[in-house]
């Protein structure tokens, strides 16, 4: 073999250019056929790569750029000569073997879309059922944790302070205390307030916390519309819905947190406001606290009727096509009220607080509007 190409050919008038990957010195060399590839530059030691180890690289039309395997990373031939080019090819028996054929694009292709699946698979059934799962399991104390730090924010939103009228406050822990009880809910585990802002909402806090917006109490007629509404809310925390949904919107980064002590900062506080501000509960947790409401309501002998007309009376009809049913993260309003009147029972139990106690429940925030 180093017989039959011991000579180098003619050098052609284009030059042929070689980096050898340790500096940037543009090196102009001559090239010889051997038992390997010899490189040649004037006053200096040839330079062999074999064969078999030399590869094609990326290079604009009209120049064959060379690398070796063996050769350091950034080491690269340029031939410019097309004569040249064509001896240097027919040598390298592996020049393209580097390069990715069809068959392996689609090999490429196929684990990719594979790969998306088995992500959007994760999304939709994997992070759903670890949620399920590591809800009822988070330790109390740090539920509170997230509870409080979730307070925070809803403060920061809704109003700092907590209504403190004494008769108004003693009239909803009793109402409160009545509902806690029908729930079988811990004593320390819940703790109630209401803020004094003009939107007519409700919603539970990680940690037991449950707060009513003052525009709801001002548009409730009776203590059973309020009482309904408390009583849904209870049935989220009974559920777990909150920390279910905190670690469903969290992902990953929640978990994290959670596993390495940063439950006050910024994730849980970021995931915790979001839920509370967006009610952000799926389909299925809001027809189980629905559920839940109608159970504590008829063992208070009261109807879960009037809770479903507060609610009608505040939002009004919202269906529209069945599309927007379908896709709507709650369930429609008249659908709670058609389903609340059909669990409409006649009362059988002590009204939840009396007439006075209502009236000054209803000025728990006294005559100040915010």
């Given at each position: 073999?180093?017989d039959v190409?011991?000579?180098?050919?003619a050098q052609?008038?284009k030059?042929?250019?070689f980096?050898?990957?340790?500096?940037?010195?543009?090196?102009?060399v001559?090239?010889?056929?051997?038992d390997?590839?010899?490189i040649?530059?004037?006053?200096?030691?040839?330079?062999?790569?074999s064969?078999?180890?030399?590869r094609?690289?990326?290079?604009?039309?009209?120049?064959?750029?060379l690398?070796?395997?063996?050769a350091?990373?950034l080491?690269?031939?340029?031939?410019?000569?097309?004569?040249l080019?064509?001896?240097?090819?027919?040598r390298?028996?592996?020049?393209?073997?580097?390069?990715?054929?069809?068959?392996?694009?689609a090999?490429?292709?196929?684990?990719?879309?594979?790969a998306?699946?088995?992500?959007?698979?994760?999304?939709l059934?994997?992070?759903?059922?670890?949620?399920?799962?590591?809800?009822p399991l988070?330790?109390?104390?740090?539920?509170?944790?997230?509870?409080?730090?979730?307070?925070?924010?809803?403060?920061?939103?809704?109003?700092?302070?907590?209504?403190?009228?004494?008769?108004?406050?003693?009239?909803?822990?009793?109402?409160?205390?009545?509902?806690?009880?029908?729930a079988?809910?811990?004593?320390?585990s819940?703790?109630?307030?209401?803020l004094?802002?003009?939107?007519?909402?409700?919603?539970?806090?990680?940690?037991?916390?449950?707060y009513?917006l003052?525009?709801?109490l001002?548009?409730?007629?009776?203590p059973?519309?309020l009482?309904?509404?408390l009583a849904?809310?209870?049935?989220?925390?009974?559920?777990y819905?909150?920390?279910?949904?905190?670690i469903?919107?969290?992902g990953?980064?929640f978990?994290?947190?959670?596993l390495f002590?940063?439950?006050?900062?910024?994730?849980?506080?970021?995931f915790?406001?979001?839920?509370v501000?967006?009610?952000?509960?799926?389909?299925?947790?809001?027809?189980?606290?629905?559920t839940?409401?109608?159970e504590?309501?008829h063992k208070?002998?009261?109807?879960?009727?009037?809770?479903?007309?507060?609610?009608?009376?505040?939002?009004?009809k919202?269906?529209?096509?069945g599309?927007?049913?379908?896709?709507a993260?709650h369930?429609?309003?008249?659908?709670?009220?058609?389903?609340?009147?059909?669990?409409?029972?006649?009362?059988?139990?002590?009204?939840?607080?009396?007439?006075?106690?209502?009236?000054?429940?209803?000025?728990?925030?006294?005559?100040?509007?915010?």
């Open positions: 073999m180093s190409f011991a000579e180098a050919p052609a008038a030059p042929t250019i980096f050898d990957g340790t500096s940037s010195r543009r090196r102009q001559t090239l010889a056929f051997a390997a590839l010899e040649r530059e004037e006053g200096g030691t040839p330079v062999c790569w064969y078999a180890d030399i094609r690289a990326d290079s604009p039309p009209g120049i064959l750029r690398a070796c395997t063996t350091p990373p080491a690269r031939l340029e031939i410019r000569d097309a004569v080019a064509a001896d240097v090819t027919v390298c028996t592996h020049l393209d073997e580097h390069r990715t054929s069809r068959r392996g694009v090999k490429i292709i196929g684990w990719s879309v594979a998306t699946v088995s992500i959007v698979c994760v999304v059934f994997g992070v759903p059922l670890a949620a399920d799962r590591l809800a988070v330790p109390k104390p740090i539920e509170r944790r997230i509870g409080d730090a979730s307070e925070v924010q809803v403060k920061t939103i809704f109003g700092r302070s907590v209504c403190e009228d004494p008769a108004g406050k003693a009239a909803f822990t009793k109402l409160v205390n009545r509902l806690r009880d029908a079988g809910l811990d004593d320390d819940m703790t109630a307030g209401v004094p802002t003009a939107v007519p909402n409700a919603f539970a806090l990680p940690g037991g916390k449950v009513v003052r525009g709801l001002d548009k409730a007629q009776n059973d519309e009482a309904g509404i849904h809310e209870l049935g989220h925390l009974k559920h819905d909150n920390m279910r949904s905190l469903y919107n969290g990953t980064s978990l994290i947190g959670l002590g940063d439950v006050t900062g910024s994730s849980a506080v970021i915790a406001s979001r839920t501000v967006e009610a952000s509960y799926s389909r299925e947790a809001e027809n189980a606290a629905d839940f409401a109608i504590i309501m208070l002998g009261r109807s879960p009727k009037p809770a479903a007309e507060l609610m009608f009376r505040i939002t009004g919202e269906g529209g096509s599309l927007t049913n379908i896709l993260s369930p429609l309003t008249e659908d709670r009220l058609a389903r609340m009147t059909k669990e409409d029972r006649p009362t059988s139990g002590p009204p939840l607080l009396t007439d006075k106690e209502w009236q000054s429940l209803k000025g728990i925030c006294g005559s100040g509007k915010v």
